[in-house]
């Protein structure tokens, strides 16, 4: 959270906002109509934006797009430079991968074709040989696209996180009669 409460002060998102966030002072000026990559060339950021929709989809809830996780995931690696060469080789490597599998980059194959070449970096039992660096892409971008959703509006309206509420009484204690708790017996653990 303390890398999100960071990267809040960017004024160049568009759909990413921290969770945690505030109004913004009179005079602000608008966020932009389009995100602009920090890091990623426009063809990269297509990539990590599908990348990050695979990984939270949108179904009957919210998923990566409505967060703007895309935007997240790209400020991050614009901000640490030891994961910007991973990264970038990790496109790499996912790009000759599709073309090595089925003769088009990643962006132009069929749902089902990008969720076979997923699976393996994905699920453990689906490894194989070989795709070391693969997994490694594919964890950094499912760490920070799940680190992106989870920080913002969208990923906190979705976990219901009671600190969005406002609460009279603690919900969390039942004994409205007995607020000193004199009816429980004493901890285990007290001496």
Not at 65 to 93: I, N, S, T, Y
Not at 127 to 148: I, K, N, Q, S, W
Not at 166 to 186: E, I, K, Q, V, Y
Request: glycine share 8%.
């Amino acid at each position: 959270m303390g890398a999100a409460a960071v990267a809040s002060h960017f004024p160049g998102f568009v759909n990413w906002s921290f969770a945690e966030g505030h109004a913004h002072p009179a005079g602000t000026p608008p966020p932009p109509r389009k995100y602009q990559p920090l890091f990623f060339t426009v063809s990269e950021y297509a990539v990590i934006t599908k990348l990050s929709e695979l990984i939270i989809p949108t179904d009957e809830t919210p998923g990566a797009r409505e967060a703007g996780a895309c935007e997240f995931v790209d400020f991050m690696v614009a901000h640490d430079v030891e994961a910007q060469k991973p990264m970038r080789a990790g496109l790499v490597w996912l790009d000759e991968r599709s073309r090595r599998e089925f003769k088009r980059p990643f962006l132009e194959l069929k749902p089902g074709e990008q969720s076979s070449i997923l699976d393996s970096l994905a699920f453990r039992a689906k490894h194989r040989a070989g795709e070391d660096a693969g997994r490694e892409f594919f964890e950094r971008v499912r760490g920070l696209t799940v680190m992106g959703f989870y920080s913002s509006e969208v990923g906190y309206r979705e976990l219901d996180n009671p600190a969005l509420r406002s609460w009279g009484l603690s919900p969390a204690c039942p004994h409205t009669n007995d607020r000193a708790h004199a009816h429980l017996p004493p901890p285990k653990w007290a001496p």
